[in-house]
């Protein structure tokens, strides 16, 4: 079964809340016969568009290309958050790769954040970053380490906006009982995220990129130059970026063997007055919990809330996407048992053994960077302009996401999948514990 059209019409966006109210770009042609380039990039997510935005502004030929839409994928569908380091905490990373990486990824993290900030303040991205991303322990028991993390990140790297929430605080701001204490980011935020990348295709279109959709990618030969096919053209170019992520499917099965595929599920409620904003989250800020199998939510700016909960390990998406994730709401917040939701959708993201993005070269003129494991709006938009620079011969920050190791998962692209469910089944029970 094809990820692409599993779950969604060919050339069709989901129905989701982004999809709903969106300014939508004009359709881009489908690419036919065969050309050159000197950069062809598939996928026109966050980091295929921003890897041809880079990449444009630098004056090379770039080609983007995608099997459905831009935007169509994960970048196009997530939760909208931009969290300050990588997917791993910092005491996590120092034990994986010692102390000068850690410090080095913790750089590079914070990189993303100040990317995807200055990206909406400029007028092709038509989305406001907003401050504020608070934590949320939902065990009593995990509220000692909050202390230690917000300490730690303070005295070893010098960062100073995070602070620690009591229970009492955490519940000040978010009005649920299944909290027991957080920290707020302040250095991170959240945005629209089909807006941004959408304004990303704007960009990358104005610096001169060729943007092609309904375009799928069926072979990517190495090569100098490599070749790129698809069901209609041949494209040689200097170079290939892998942008795919969750939807790369086996296109390079390495790269399959390291980055699993993983469904996700949001629901948008209807609008909200201002008040009723703020009895539920407080400030606009965006909330993300200590569960493995993450709930997360903030609020849009016409005031609904967007609440993200529930994961399925299959191709399908279940057949009631609300009662999936009503669940999950209703146990955070009891009093909205009965809110009005009206829309609801589900999207595919690509995650990592160890969490971490997979970065790669692959014949030395293709480069591939995925698994962003949940963190993509900021990592995956940053990875174009790190791709950028080491196709320009700067590969300093490339090498040092790609220096952390990535495993493969047991059983590779056959197995990994129901060996998932047991593991989830697992840190699903220990959630309740």
Not at 100 to 108: E, F, K, N, P, V
Not at 141 to 165: C, E, P, W
Not at 284 to 307: E, G, I, M, P, Q
């Amino acid at each position: 079964m094809d990820l692409l059209t599993a779950n969604d019409r060919q050339g069709e966006y989901p129905a989701s809340y982004y999809a709903a109210t969106a300014e939508h770009l004009t359709r881009f042609p489908a690419a036919t016969g065969e050309f050159t380039c000197d950069v062809c990039v598939v996928g026109a997510g966050f980091t295929g568009l921003s890897t041809a935005y880079h990449l444009a502004q630098r004056g090379y030929d770039v080609v983007v290309l995608d099997a459905q839409r831009v935007g169509f994928g994960a970048s196009g569908r997530n939760g909208g958050q931009v969290s300050m380091g990588q997917r791993r905490d910092q005491d996590e990373l120092e034990a994986m790769v010692g102390d000068t990486h850690a410090r080095a990824l913790w750089d590079i993290g914070c990189q993303a954040v100040d990317l995807v900030r200055d990206l909406c303040a400029k007028d092709e991205v038509r989305t406001t970053f907003h401050p504020g991303i608070l934590h949320t322990v939902h065990r009593q028991r995990d509220h000692v380490h909050n202390h230690a993390f917000a300490a730690h990140m303070q005295t070893k790297y010098g960062y100073d906006k995070i602070s620690v929430l009591e229970p009492d605080a955490c519940r000040e701001i978010v009005n649920s009982p299944a909290y027991h204490g957080g920290t707020l980011d302040m250095g991170s935020g959240h945005v629209n995220p089909l807006e941004l990348v959408l304004g990303l295709g704007r960009l990358a279109e104005k610096a001169g990129a060729r943007i092609f959709e309904g375009s799928k990618v069926i072979g990517v030969a190495e090569g100098d130059p490599a070749t790129v096919t698809t069901d209609q053209a041949t494209i040689k170019a200097r170079f290939v970026v892998l942008g795919c992520n969750g939807y790369l499917g086996r296109m390079h099965k390495h790269v399959a063997a390291r980055v699993m595929p993983i469904n996700n599920f949001i629901v948008a409620t209807a609008p909200m007055s201002p008040n009723a904003q703020e009895d539920i989250i407080r400030h606009n800020y965006a909330v993300a919990d200590s569960k493995f199998v993450v709930n997360y939510f903030r609020f849009s700016d016409d005031h609904r809330l967007l609440f993200g909960g529930g994961e399925s390990y299959g191709y399908k998406f279940p057949a009631d996407i609300t009662k999936t994730v009503r669940k999950p709401l209703t146990l955070i917040f009891p009093q909205l048992k009965d809110v009005v939701i009206d829309h609801a959708w589900g999207g595919t993201l690509g995650i990592t053994m160890n969490r971490m993005p997979h970065y790669e070269r692959i014949g030395g003129n293709i480069l591939t960077m995925s698994g962003f494991s949940g963190s993509g709006v900021a990592l995956g938009t940053l990875s174009g302009q790190i791709a950028a620079e080491a196709i320009a011969g700067q590969a300093e920050r490339f090498d040092i996401m790609a220096q952390v190791p990535t495993a493969a998962f047991p059983g590779g692209p056959t197995l990994r999948s129901p060996l998932l469910v047991l593991a989830m089944l697992w840190y699903g029970l220990r959630d309740r514990l």
